[in-house]
């Protein structure tokens, strides 16, 4: 006879408590990473169910194990949810995350050594994209386009006369710090033009874009890659959606191209996500999200901090510290102590260096679930201005009561939105 299995905390105590204290810091925080959320009880549930134990290489009817009565049907909704919720003519659920994702999305579409173009990563966009100290910027031969110095916004001019000039085998529309839409047709019409592969990253925006809140990338793509966190609210995952005609050198890409086994819990937590994602509720968040981004972005304009583009059409803002006298990584340390969650960023032209930029990224994804409104946006600019102006005066520290202080006020200020799965 088995004996009982000790619980977590019984076992593992020390373990245990550092989750019990994530808990408390998730819930009693306000959290502004742009690519962080709050998933649901339901998402966790299948997270972290028995789907962990099981290996799945393959795909369904196609597995080198056996066991797969569960499995099999499970990834086939999953895919199917991805469908539908997307549109797209097919989804492949299996990569670990967004950078595998477009590295199998590389290895699917191009050759090593052909050329590629995205958004470079000073300008917003994402590593995965062509950036040289990533993998995509090592074994592909990358060009980058840019923003416009007077309004930091992408120059389709700009892209379209690259484009003529490298005449790129795949091109990138997408971004990890870009407050504006991206206009995925002018994309397309350029891709056509100089016969290449249009890719959308949508990881930070797929939730707007399952939401109808944003242009939607899937019928002017080759293919179109996302996170199922971020905006989308799922687990920590990637997806991979393409037209029909790539959908075997998709598949092969990510298995055996990138991966062994997927992970079957996680994709089994993707499928709740989509089901979630295709709801009208779902499609209220995500007009939500983008409303009280706009509403931040004009309480801190108000208060006379500098944003990127001077303002934004999505879920996140780039705040430019220039006008404030400290940098972004001091601040984000500052705010951090104080109870206020979001990371440092570059800016567009920033003449300080990566490690130690000028600005801070803003995300209103997580803010959302808990569902605040606009109304409450003027208290979290509020917080921010305070905690940066306490932290400027001090060379970049917060005094201890001032921190303490305000994270009390924090504490308060969140009794009153319930933080989901917590």
């Known amino acids: 006879m088995t004996a009982p299995q000790p619980s977590l905390s019984d076992y593992d105590a020390e373990i245990a408590e550092m989750l019990r204290s994530e808990d408390e810091r998730q819930r009693d925080s306000i959290r502004l990473i742009a690519s962080e959320n709050y998933a649901s009880r339901a998402v966790m549930e299948a997270s972290a169910s028995t789907l962990t134990n099981k290996y799945a290489e393959g795909y369904p009817g196609r597995r080198y194990y056996e066991g797969m009565d569960v499995i099999d049907p499970?990834?086939?909704?999953?895919?199917?949810?991805?469908?539908?919720?997307?549109?797209?003519?097919?989804?492949?659920?299996?990569?670990?995350?967004?950078?595998?994702?477009?590295?199998?999305?590389l290895l699917a579409l191009c050759e090593p050594g052909d050329v590629t173009m995205g958004l470079s990563l000073p300008a917003g966009g994402h590593l995965t994209h062509g950036w040289k100290v990533s993998a995509t910027g090592i074994y592909y031969r990358s060009v980058q386009y840019g923003v416009r110095r007077d309004d930091q916004r992408i120059d389709m001019d700009e892209v379209r006369s690259m484009a003529l000039e490298h005449r790129p085998k795949l091109i990138w529309a997408g971004h990890s710090a870009y407050p504006r839409l991206l206009d995925f047709e002018a994309f397309a019409s350029i891709a056509d033009e100089v016969g290449a592969h249009l890719v959308a990253d949508i990881a930070h925006i797929s939730g707007l874009v399952a939401g109808k809140a944003h242009p939607d990338p899937v019928p002017h793509c080759a293919a179109v890659s996302t996170t199922t966190h971020k905006t989308l609210r799922g687990p920590r995952g990637g997806l991979i959606l393409c037209r029909q005609e790539h959908a075997k050198a998709i598949d092969k890409a990510v298995f055996p191209g990138l991966q062994g086994g997927p992970h079957c819990h996680t994709t089994a937590a993707k499928a709740v996500a989509f089901k979630e994602a295709n709801t009208p509720e779902f499609r209220a968040y995500a007009a939500q999200i983008v409303s009280n981004a706009k509403a931040l972005a004009d309480a801190m304009l108000a208060r006379g901090m500098s944003l990127v583009t001077g303002g934004t059409e999505n879920h996140l803002l780039l705040v430019d510290l220039t006008n404030r006298d400290i940098g972004g990584r001091s601040a984000a340390r500052a705010l951090n102590r104080c109870g206020v969650e979001l990371n440092a960023n570059s800016i567009p032209f920033d003449p300080r260096k990566p490690f130690d930029p000028s600005g801070i990224r803003i995300g209103l994804a997580a803010l959302t679930s808990r569902g605040m409104t606009e109304s409450s946006m003027p208290a979290v600019a509020a917080f921010i201005d305070a905690a940066v102006q306490e932290a400027a005066k001090g060379d970049g520290a917060v005094p201890d009561d001032f921190a303490a202080k305000m994270r009390a006020q924090i504490k308060e200020f969140l009794a009153d939105f319930a933080a989901p799965g917590l």
């Open 74 to 105: 499970l990834e086939s909704l999953t895919i199917e949810r991805a469908i539908a919720l997307f549109g797209a003519e097919h989804a492949n659920v299996q990569p670990y995350s967004g950078s595998p994702a477009n590295l199998a999305i």
